[in-house]
Each structure stands twice: as structure tokens, then as C-alpha cells.
């Protein structure tokens, strides 16, 4: 590049430099959210990486719903065994059985629902278990003690040296987990985690028929390096015995991709701001080219070519985008030390935070780029100036070429920038054009709305108004005007944040309904058929009028429609696609497939969700009534129990399981109840509304056949005093401590707690996307000032008060917020419906209050930003102005 | 030097072409003096950038130095203005954003050409030498004036085209600005092409065509 070129390029920013650092402002607030975002995500992986034996305690682990066969137990066996023929030294073993009870302090008369996890000696064999005080975990060992949650403390109000009761063992409490390793803490709040010695478990007489127990068998290997080998060889073999197999490296790659996942879609809210500034940087510079018309034909009079004038001011705007990344990059650096400390309690791991030089540099690199390719097409308008514009004012642009095939370049450049980003930040083909179709599809409408606003306008202009008003509606369509920009960019950062705040509050308002007008919000799972007369008699004691318990019946299936359920092979013939059915059914008793251990495929195998409908435990009832929270869309309900018990038994499969089993009223379905094979006849299909605190099942059969197979039961009550529902359930866990009883208002709070955490981090990232818009908007007043100051001062000479003009900016100002905010909120509230139905599965209702509250901030926040940047306009004189023409 | 032959140039205005120049044919010798005058909307201004390579003619040619000015592209164009043409216009038309030195040196940076000492001298030559660093708008617009003649000047260009250079000055300021462009003219031999309609000026000139209604009414040649 020459020495012209690069001093124009410098001399040539005089007078616009603080315009232009506003261009940098626009691609700094882009920058700065990708570099936190990607250094986050690297920090991520490399904690998991370096801690992942540490994470998973061993070298390997088997985990089965039900005590292991004895071919699982052999298999243990041989894989510690010593083998002296290769020169094997024996590994190690220990198991860890957890499952939910329980635990109450007799001191303070708290109760809470725990998870146990008796542990054997020796786990973990890698990573230490830090307690407080220090050193309690080796002594764990020695039995007759327990060491708990901090949170359990809290919520029992107890202390280190009391009693926790746990079915019919008391233990004292000698020491508080400060962590332990691939814990996450949010999920100890919400069943604190107590840990005793396997050799205590059998005293409590907490593991009968119907426990969810999870069994864990923890191995140290002679040979870690042999932990995966072994992983993938024995997994078939387990399949059909009901364990799953995990090595160190699988458990850290899975927990990678999740913990990806999450990144990716940070990394998206932050592309989006990063786009928003590339757009500023557009508009900018296609004003900026406009200002410089004189310049650029004078420049053309005295022999500069096109691609010296072009050259010019490419590299303003490069320098310009060099220097915002930068800055972004120092801000994003910063900004990192924030997102680990909003999500910490989240992640399993503890994330040593340090900036990620590849995040910085890729994060610098793709602010220049996207600040150059989005000036490309403004800065092609170069070539339209004629030098003619120095002879006569009235010059037309240069013809413009039918098929530009610069034009096109830049076009397409532009096109695949945006969607090579896209993927490159989603991680993903189909992830990263999805977004970038739905980025293009709102910033279409949005694009629309404001050309539609700006023909509007210009169509039906009230004519009638007061003169201050039609001047200010007037400016939305005046040359060079920049209603498009302000629109797009501050227009997308408000629809972003409105989706996000409509989903949340939906999501959360679920939740609230569960413990309203009169619906249950407690409940008491895991009762014996023994224990059911009891329970409901301590219920009624308490003045609960006429209580009932569930029955249910813990099954799996055996054959569809004829044909086997083979396990350790993909169930099912043509299962069709995972429209899930139970995302929003954190409720259900049964809704037990996030931890079921038979369903370890990766989490994005397609195939997942339909084998998972396969193999998975169903928990079952039988009733002859249908309740509030069922419709049946396909067939009809029974009526009354079934006449002969010879025959199949009537069921009826929720919608959605029916379609992942590729089921309808008549088929067949053959269930394995307890070894008992069970023959079905699907007779309707229901729909469930599973945001109820109700219990919901898959699986409904008629009554009459299964009401002596095993089963236990659950019943929902409510009780309105948090004081009695304590008391009733200590009372139970005193009388029954196998029966475990869930109060749904602390579920809630917790709940309540990890939406908000997450969304508090995608909250703040999207902020970013509204602070480009209001850097846009900035620039945006900034690059039209010229033209403002003269006509203000036009309008001032001509007469008009101070009030008078800031009155015509007001309007102008006022008007575009509310065209971007009300564009943003309408969008928004169809978004919001899309992820709220379809992806969340819950209710949609709009909070018209809150959505009012964010349209008005936003009208506010631009009326302020234009108001506040142009009210030096005001203080210039007439005179001043019209001197230094 | 310079020779047109059968200059048309048309306008659309308002949906209808408009002929503002008509067949003009004329050759200009090395180191001549030409005025153009005739009223307002004869044609002069369209005809200087037409001969100065600005803008291409409905039809005909003009040839700069034996090329052709009508085959070239824009770009082709610019390069014989950066060889060999210089300019100087009725607003000035100074780049605002660069001093005084800035404006002067733009003409022999673009040629790749040491600049800072030319640019002194032309400027302490049309009486500036103290106003190196002042902008544009720190100038008056007889300075202004001087300031884009220094720039006409400074790479010796082959000919000199004028649109107005007094248009926008007063009478006295003008004379200073008409007297400046002859003594360069004088000591660089350039050629002279001047758009004036100011009778004054045009009576130094050595020839003189003057317009009407886009044709050449009178081509007068002094003794």
C-alpha cells in the first residue's frame, strides 16, 4: 500500500474522529462479548480436562437402577483382579449406593428430603473429598456418622455434632462437604447430599421395593491407559444386564460437549452483537462516504484512481475495526472474571479463569473482518462519484452497472461471513445456519417494519399536526436519514432481551401455578402397600379431608406391536422423531431419564429419545377415572374396570410416547411388570398437561388386572401452613422413614434460583447486543449532525425557540423508539410463543405490564441517547454556524 | 496540445435530452492563453470538463497530447490529470480536512513524488509562506484561492484548466488571483484554459471563443 494512501487515509479522519471512535464502540462491545465468551468456553474445557480423574473419582465406573447381576459382579471382579500371567498388580473397587430418604434433626425438628450415599472405603481414588473441618471424610469410615450439604444445615437449622435421623439409624453429623469433584452445587441444594458408610446402609432399612437406588461401582485400574478400551469392549455385554460403563475420557468428553453447548449458545448472543456493530460500522461508513463526496471528486480531479480512493477508506475502517477489537478484547478480558461467578454453581467443575489467547486473537481477527466486510458495500459507492461534482453540484452518480459484479462480490462476501461465523460460533452446520436464518428472518421484519415506517409516514403524513411534530416525522424520511440502522440495531437488541425475559417468566409462571388455588404442593412418594392405610390416616389426622394415594407400578416393556424390545440394540422399528413429551415434567414421579444410566448414548444421538422410550422405566398406574390434567384426543376412556382378566389389558400411552413407540389404539404392547409379562391393548390416547403438580404418567391401564402386582404409592395433598407442611412431614419420616415427601414450595424457590442464573447469564450477554444498538443510535445522530446542526440553526435563524427545535428532535426521537421497541416486543411475543410451545412445552401468556415497562424503557433510553447528543446543537449560534460555511 | 472535434454533450432533463453543447471543434497550441466566456448557461463549465477529461461527451473526441480522452476509462483518465493536468475552481474546492501544506502536497504524493519542499516554495510563492499549517476554513477565500493554485502548480502540469477562479473573490482579490495564474502560467509555460465571463479577464487572454447556446459564437485570436 502506498504512503498516499495510508496518509489520506490518517489526514483524512480529521474532523470525524469522534464520530468514527463511535465505530469503534460498535465493534469493541461485539468484541469484547466473544472474547469472554470463547475464553470462558476454552477455560471450560481445560478445567474439565485437567480434572476429569478427579471428576469421576476413578478410572471407571458402572452404575445400574437395581443391585448388579451377578454376571456384573463377576465382571467387577475380574477387572480388579490381579492377573499374575501378564504381570498385573489388582486395582481397586468401591461402590457407592445412592438413593433419596428422608433426614431429619430431632433438635430443631427440621426435615428434608436428602440423598443418601453410602459409601465404601477407598472412593475416591483419585481427587480428595475436602470437608470441615478438615480430614472428616477418611474417618467416615469408622461408621455411626454422616457428613452433610452445608446446605442441609441451613435447611434443617442443625449443626456440626447433631443427630440426622435416616430411616432407622441415627447418625451423627461430623462434617460439612465443602465439595466434591463433578458435583453441582445447584443440584445439592436441591437434595442436599449426606454421605455414610455402605457399611451403615443396611441399619437404616431405607433400601426396599420401590427406592429409585442408584448403585455405582467406582474402579481403579493397574492400567488407567486401558479405562476406555475396557469402556467400549464391555458396554454391549452390560446393556442387556441394566448397567452402564463409563471411562474418565468418555466422561470428560461428554461433559465437554454439555459444557460446549452451553458456550455455544453464550457464543451466539454474542455474534449477534458483534453483527449489530458490523451493521453500525455499515451505516457509518455509508454516511461517512456521503459527507466525503467533494473530497473524493476533488481527489479524482487531481488523478487519484479508484482503488486509491477505495484503498483510503477501506483501511479507515479497518484501522477503525483493528482498534474496537482491541479494546473489545481488553473489555472481554475483563468481562470473563464475571460469567464463571454467574454460572459457578452450575458447573461441575471449578473453572480456573484465564484469558485465552486464542479467544483474543480470534476475537480481534473477526472484529476487523466483520468490520471491513461490512463496510465493503457502502465504500463501493466510491466508484459512483464523479469528478464533475467539483464543476457543478448537481452532477448525477456515475451509471451504476446492471450486473456489478464488485457489488455482487461484496454481497455474497458479506453473506458468507455472517454464516461462516454463524457456524463457526454455534459449533455446528445445522446450528449455525438456523440461527443465522433466524438472525436473517428478524432482522427482515425488522428491516420491513422500518422501511414500512418510513413509506408510511411519508404516505399518510399528518398534515395536521402541530408544526414540531410534522418536522420531527418529517426527519425519519429525509435524505441520508438513519431510521433504518436505529431500527435494525436497537430494534434486535430489545427483541432479544424481551424473548429471553417472555420465556423465562413463562417457564417461572409454570412453576407458580403449581402452588396456587388449591392445587397440591405437597407430596409423598415411595409409600408401601402396608404403609398406604397409615399414611393417609396421618393425613386425615392433620385435617386433610379425604386424601388418596396413586398406585404405581414400576415396568418396562417387552415387545411392540409383536416385536421384541432387544436391549443393548436401538429399540424399536421406525420410532419416529423426538418431539419430547416430559421436558416441562420435573414434577412427575416417573420422570426419571436424566439420570437413567441405561440411556448413556450421547446426548445429540438422534437416536436417543426413541430407544429411550424403549428401554426406559416406566412407573405406571390403573384407575377407571380420567383426571384434570388428561384429555384423550385419540379413542375413548373405559368405563370401569376390565370385565375379563383373561385377555389384554386396556392402556392408554400419553400422545407423544405413543408416537416415539410408533403405537395407535388397537396395538399391542407387552410389558415385563417385576418378571411378570403383562399383554396391552392400546384403547386411547391422552394428552397430558405435565406443568402440574399432579402425578402424570406415560402409562394409564385399566383397572382390575394390575391391582395385585407390586407397586407403591404417592399421594398429593395440600396444606397451606409452611410450619404444618414441616411438621406432617417429620411426623411421616419418623412413622414411615422409607416414604419420602417433597415440599414443592422450596422445588420452586430452586428452581426459581438455576432459570434465573442462566438466564441471568444469557441476560447479560444480550445486553451487549442493546449496547451496540445504543452505540449505533449514537453514531447514528453523530453521523446525520452536520445536516441537524444547519437545519437547526436554519429553523433558529428563521425563528423557532430552543424549546421549539428540541421539540422536532423529541418527535423524531420518541417516534423511533417506539417503532424499534414496539417492532422488538410484538417480535418478540412471537418467538416467545414458538420456544414456549415448542422447545419448553409450557403455557404462554404475555405480561403485558412488564412488556409496557420495557417498550417504555427503551422509547426512554433513545429519546435520551438523541436528546443528550444533541443538545450542544442547541447552544451553537446562528451566526457561529452560517460563519463557518 | 489540446484539440476537440465535434463536442455534443446532452443532459436528460426532467424525461427530455437536452443539447447544452453543439459540435464545438477547436485546437489549442502548447503554451497558449484560451478564454471562454458567454453567458450563463452557454456552456462553458460544460465544456471545461469535458476537455479536461471530467466527464464524456454525448459524441465527438478530444485529444490531450495526441490520446484520446473519450476511449479511456475513468481510472486511465485520472492518471493523464495526475501527468498532466492542473485545476483550479470557483469554490476552491481545498480537501477541509488537510492544512494548507496537505492540500498542496496531494498532487505530488499521488504521483509518488517528494512533496514537503515543493509545497513550501509554491506556497511562499503565491505569498503564504506563513499559513503553512492553517486549515481551509482558518483561511480567507482569496487564501483559499492561492492555496489551490500553489496545488495546480506543483507538478508542473502541461495545462492549466480555470472554471471561475474569480467567481467567488471580490474585484481586488480576484485581479491578485488572475495575475498569479499568468506569472505561473509565464514562468512553467503551461498551458491556459479559463472559463471566465468577467470581460477583464478574458481581454488578457491571447484567444478567446465565446459560447452561446452550446456553439462556438466567435473564436477570436489577438495579435
Known amino acids: 500500500m502506498n504512503r498516499f494512501v495510508r496518509r489520506m487515509a490518517w489526514r483524512e479522519t480529521r474532523g470525524s474522529r469522534r464520530r468514527l471512535l463511535l465505530l469503534t464502540g460498535a465493534v469493541a462491545a461485539g468484541v469484547a462479548a466473544l472474547v469472554a465468551v470463547n475464553s470462558f468456553a476454552a477455560n471450560l474445557r481445560e478445567s474439565v480436562t485437567q480434572q476429569a480423574q478427579t471428576l469421576l473419582g476413578a478410572d471407571l465406573s458402572i ?44 433438635r430443631t425438628e427440621g426435615v428434608r428430603l436428602v440423598q443418601v450415599a453410602g459409601v465404601e472405603p477407598g472412593y475416591p481414588f483419585y481427587g480428595t473429598i475436602r470437608t470441615d473441618p478438615d480430614g472428616a471424610w477418611s474417618e467416615l469410615q469408622e461408621g455411626g456418622r454422616v457428613l452433610v450439604d452445608p446446605s442441609l444445615l441451613t435447611a434443617l437449622d442443625a449443626a456440626i455434632g447433631d443427630t440426622l435421623a435416616l430411616g432407622e439409624s441415627r447418625f451423627v453429623i461430623s462434617a460439612t462437604v465443602l465439595s466434591q469433584p463433578g458435583n453441582v452445587a445447584v443440584a445439592a441444594s436441591f437434595s442436599p447430599r449426606v454421605f455414610i458408610a455402605a457399611a451403615d446402609l443396611a441399619a437404616t432399612r431405607l433400601l426396599r421395593f420401590g427406592s429409585r437406588v442408584e448403585y455405582e461401582a467406582f474402579l481403579e485400574l493397574a492400567d488407567p491407559d486401558r479405562a476406555t478400551a475396557i469402556s467400549e469392549k464391555y458396554r454391549p455385554i452390560l446393556r442387556p444386564e441394566r448397567a452402564g460403563i463409563r471411562s474418565v475420557e468418555e466422561n470428560r468428553s461428554d461433559l465437554t460437549e454439555a459444557l460446549t453447548q452451553l458456550s455455544d449458545y453464550l457464543g451466539l448472543v454474542a455474534l449477534i452483537a458483534l453483527l449489530l456493530g458490523g451493521m453500525g460500522v455499515a451505516s457509518a461508513v455509508h454516511v461517512f462516504i456521503r459527507q466525503k463526496l467533494d473530497t473524493i471528486a476533488v481527489l479524482r480531479c ?321 384407575r377407571d377415572t380420567i383426571v384434570d390434567s388428561e384429555t384423550v384426543v385419540v379413542g375413548a376412556w373405559w368405563d370401569g374396570p376390565m370385565p375379563d382378566a383373561a385377555g389384554p389389558v386396556d392402556v392408554s400411552l400419553e400422545v407423544d410416547i405413543a408416537r416415539e413407540l410408533d403405537v395407535t389404539v388397537g396395538d399391542e404392547i407387552v410389558w415385563d411388570v417385576q418378571g411378570l409379562r403383562v399383554a396391552s391393548r392400546v384403547a386411547n390416547l391422552r394428552e397430558v398437561d405435565w406443568a402440574r403438580f399432579e402425578p402424570n404418567f406415560f402409562a394409564v391401564f385399566r383397572g382390575g388386572v394390575l391391582d395385585r402386582a407390586p407397586q407403591f404409592f404417592v399421594t398429593l395433598v395440600r396444606v397451606e401452613d409452611p410450619a404444618a407442611r414441616g411438621l406432617l412431614q417429620r411426623r411421616a419420616a419418623e412413622r414411615y422413614p422409607n416414604v419420602s415427601s417433597l415440599d414443592l414450595s422450596s422445588l420452586q424457590r430452586l428452581l426459581d434460583d438455576i432459570l434465573s442464573r442462566v438466564a441471568l447469564a444469557v441476560r447479560f450477554m444480550a445486553g451487549f447486543s442493546l ?115 | 496540445m489540446l484539440r476537440c472535434e465535434e463536442l455534443t454533450q446532452t443532459y436528460r432533463s426532467g424525461g427530455h435530452p437536452l443539447t447544452v453543447l453543439k459540435d464545438i471543434t477547436f485546437a489549442l497550441e502548447d503554451g497558449s492563453f484560451l478564454a471562454i466566456v458567454g453567458p450563463s448557461g452557454s456552456g462553458k463549465t460544460t465544456l471545461l470538463g469535458l476537455l479536461a477529461g471530467l466527464d464524456l461527451p454525448a459524441s465527438g473526441r478530444v485529444w490531450l497530447d495526441g490520446a484520446d480522452l473519450t476511449v479511456m476509462t475513468e481510472d486511465e483518465r485520472a492518471l493523464v490529470r495526475s501527468a498532466k493536468i492542473g485545476f483550479v475552481f470557483q469554490s476552491f474546492q481545498l480537501i477541509p480536512t488537510l492544512t494548507a501544506r496537505e492540500n498542496v502536497q496531494v498532487p505530488l504524493e499521488l504521483r509518488g513524488e517528494p512533496s514537503r519542499s515543493r509545497a513550501d516554495e509554491l506556497l511562499g510563492q503565491v505569498g503564504l509562506g506563513d499559513r503553512l499549517d492553517h486549515y481551509p476554513a482558518q483561511l480567507s477565500g482569496g487564501e483559499q484561492q492561492r492555496v489551490a493554485l500553489a496545488r495546480a502548480f506543483s507538478v508542473r502540469p502541461r495545462i492549466l484548466f480555470a472554471d471561475e477562479p474569480t467567481g467567488n473573490l471580490d474585484a481586488r482579490t480576484g485581479r491578485t488571483i488572475i495575475d498569479l495564474i499568468l506569472e505561473l502560467n509565464e514562468a512553467e509555460g503551461t498551458t491556459l484554459v479559463l472559463v471566465t465571463h468577467d470581460p477583464d479577464i478574458a481581454s488578457r487572454a491571447r484567444r478567446t471563443i465565446r459560447l452561446s447556446d452550446g456553439r462556438i459564437a466567435e473564436d477570436r485570436t489577438a495579435a
Not at chain 1, 68 to 76: E, S
Not at chain 1, 90 to 104: E, I, L, N, Q
Not at chain 1, 382 to 406: Q, W
Open chain 1, 63 to 106: 452404575s445400574s437402577r437395581r443391585e448388579f447381576t451377578p454376571r456384573v459382579t463377576a465382571l467387577l471382579d475380574t477387572l480388579v483382579a490381579p492377573d499374575p500371567a501378564r504381570g498385573r498388580a489388582p486395582g481397586r473397587k468401591a461402590t457407592v449406593v445412592s438413593f433419596a430418604a428422608m433426614g431429619y434433626v430431632d
Open chain 1, 302 to 622: 487531481l488523478g487519484a484512481g479508484t482503488r486509491q480512493l477505495f484503498a483510503i477508506y477501506l483501511l479507515q475502517a479497518l484501522a477503525m475495526g483493528a482498534l474496537g477489537s482491541v479494546i473489545g478484547a481488553g473489555l472481554g478480558g475483563a468481562l470473563q472474571q464475571v460469567l464463571p461467578l454467574m454460572l459457578a454453581d452450575l458447573l461441575p467443575v471449578d473453572v480456573r479463569v484465564r484469558l485465552d489467547p486464542g479467544a483474543v486473537a480470534l476475537g480481534i481477527g473477526v472484529g476487523i473482518w466483520v468490520a471491513a466486510v461490512f463496510a465493503l458495500l457502502p465504500l463501493l459507492g466510491i466508484r459512483r462519484v464523479s469528478p464533475l461534482v467539483t464543476l457543478r453540484r448537481d452532477v448525477e452518480p456515475l451509471r451504476r452497472r446492471r450486473r456489478d459484479p464488485a457489488r455482487l462480490l461484496a454481497a455474497l462476501a458479506l453473506a458468507g461471513s455472517i454464516g461462516a461465523l454463524a457456524v463457526l460460533q454455534a459449533g455446528g452446520l445445522r446450528e449455525g445456519a438456523g440461527f443465522a436464518a433466524g438472525t436473517g428472518a428478524a432482522v427482515l421484519l425488522l428491516w420491513l417494519a422500518s422501511l414500512g415506517l418510513i413509506r408510511g409516514v411519508r404516505r399518510w403524513f399528518p398534515s395536521r399536526w402541530p408544526y414540531v411534530w410534522r418536522q420531527g416525522l418529517a426527519n425519519l424520511y429525509r435524505p441520508a436519514n438513519q431510521t433504518v440502522t436505529v431500527v435494525l440495531s436497537l430494534g434486535f437488541g430489545a427483541f432479544l432481551l424481551s424473548t429471553l425475559f417472555l420465556v423465562q417468566h413463562n417457564l417461572l409462571r409454570d412453576l407458580r401455578v403449581w402452588g396456587e388455588g388449591g392445587q397440591p404442593n405437597l407430596g409423598f412418594i415411595d409409600i408401601q402397600p402396608d404403609q398406604r392405610e397409615g399414611v393417609l390416616e396421618l393425613l386425615r389426622a392433620e385435617g386433610i379431608a379425604s386424601p388418596t394415594a396413586v398406585p404405581m407400578i414400576p415396568m418396562r416393556i417387552s415387545s411392540v406391536k409383536g416385536e421384541p424390545v432387544v436391549l443393548g440394540l436401538p429399540g424399536g422399528s421406525g420410532a419416529a422423531d423426538g418431539g419430547g413429551a416430559a421436558d416441562g415434567a420435573a414434577n412427575s414421579a416417573e420422570d426419571d431419564r436424566r439420570d437413567d444410566p441405561d440411556a448413556d448414548d450421547a446426548p445429540d444421538d438422534p437416536d436417543a429419545r426413541p430407544r429411550w422410550a424403549f428401554r426406559h422405566q416406566y412407573r405406571s398406574t390403573y
Open chain 1, 771 to 885: 449496547a451496540t444498538g445504543a452505540v449505533v443510535l449514537v453514531g447514528a445522530i453523530a453521523t446525520t449532525r452536520f445536516q441537524r446542526v444547519r437545519e437547526a440553526v436554519l429553523l433558529k435563524t428563521l425563528g423557532a425557540t430552543r424549546r421549539q427545535v428540541l421539540r422536532v428532535f423529541f418527535a423524531e426521537y420518541a417516534a423511533l423508539g417506539l417503532l424499534s421497541a414496539g417492532m422488538a416486543v410484538a417480535l418478540s411475543g412471537a418467538a416467545g410463543w414458538v420456544l414456549s410451545r415448542f422447545v419448553f412445552e409450557t403455557s404462554y401468556a404475555l405480561p403485558w405490564l412488564a412488556l409496557a415497562a420495557l417498550l417504555g424503557a427503551i422509547v426512554l433510553l433513545t429519546v435520551g441517547i438523541g436528546l443528550g447528543n444533541s443538545l450542544d446543537i442547541l447552544r451553537r449560534t446562528p451566526l457561529d454556524v452560517l460563519r463557518s460555511d
